[in-house]
């Protein structure tokens, strides 16, 4: 092993860092993979590094990856992302490979955080699908867990179902959720010219509601007051039904949750008992094809990613 790469070469390697750059309080690592670049919104992009001036070996050009640092900073906290990564094709030693990620753990960072593009096995996931790691099989024949490092920083044969830290997978989902409707939002804007982030178009939108998006029918779903909240599956489930049916039959339907803001108002006018809760609305009538919103079609989830075989 290199002697600049063993446990004491890379802490002066990264008391040199600290010395230099002053990171201060190094909250957390990022690796961006192929291509890939990333940002971190509320923090300030302060100084972009050349691995090469910091890690003591020559250093390989590969297409897509930069081979930099960026230390992005807010106060005296400091988010280190390493622009690329070495790889064992290159060239590198395991302990060349690492290196990166061992110069953030002696600075102090508490989490990390990796990327990267890839195939995948399983053919429901389509290109462009994020997804989150929870295991690997190292085939490489190469660890860079052996000698010094592994007897002084252990464990040597770490439990790899542990690897992928649990609380942040747990955090990426809805993050990833938030993700998804924010490019739901953005494929919708793009298809139809309405953007929801404009005032303007949310009032307009919400006006719409009250004329039943033009169309020439409404159904109104009420329940009896006295049932349970678990009722309201059985009155989802006759709504799905009505909606594919209208659907089956060239008909339009269009959900609408604001009438329960005036059930009362609702109730009066359609001499409906107060026994009876009103649960949704439903706009019914043919549908515009010629209208930007009605050219809109969405995505579906894979059902490998929400169904999980129990044998």
Do not use: C
Not at 274 to 295: A, C, F, M, W
């Amino acid at each position: 092993m290199n002697s600049r790469l063993t446990p004491d070469g890379m802490r002066r390697v990264a008391e040199a860092f600290r010395e230099r750059y002053r990171p201060g309080h190094v909250r957390g690592l990022l690796v961006a993979g192929s291509g890939l670049s990333l940002e971190v919104p509320g923090w300030e992009a302060a100084e972009e590094i050349d691995l090469s001036d910091v890690l003591p070996f020559p250093l390989h050009t590969l297409m897509g990856h930069r081979q930099t640092v960026t230390l992005w900073r807010r106060g005296d906290e400091t988010l280190m992302v390493v622009n690329g990564r070495f790889h064992l094709y290159q060239g590198y030693r395991p302990e060349e490979v690492v290196a990166p990620v061992r110069l953030a753990g002696l600075l102090g960072v508490e989490v990390m955080i990796a990327i990267n593009a890839t195939g995948a096995l399983v053919p429901g996931i389509e290109a462009g699908s994020l997804v989150i790691i929870t295991d690997h099989l190292n085939l490489q024949g190469a660890n860079p867990l052996v000698g010094e490092w592994g007897r002084e920083f252990g464990p040597q044969f770490p439990d790899m179902s542990e690897v992928y830290d649990s609380e942040l997978r747990r955090a990426a989902w809805p993050a990833a959720e938030e993700a998804r409707i924010a490019h739901l939002f953005r494929t919708r804007t793009e298809a139809t010219g309405i953007d929801l982030n404009d005032p303007g178009i949310v009032r307009k939108s919400k006006k719409a509601n009250f004329r039943f998006y033009n169309a020439p029918h409404a159904i109104y779903l009420f329940q009896d007051a006295s049932l349970t909240p678990w009722s309201l599956f059985d009155l989802g489930l006759f709504a799905q039904s009505l909606m594919l049916a209208a659907h089956a039959r060239g008909l339009g339907t269009v959900p609408q949750a604001f009438a329960t803001d005036y059930a009362r108002q609702i109730k009066n006018f359609l001499s409906i008992p107060e026994t009876k809760r009103l649960i949704i609305g439903l706009s019914v009538g043919y549908p515009d094809e010629s209208s930007p919103v009605n050219t809109l079609r969405t995505d579906r989830v894979a059902t490998e990613e929400i169904l999980r075989w129990i044998e």
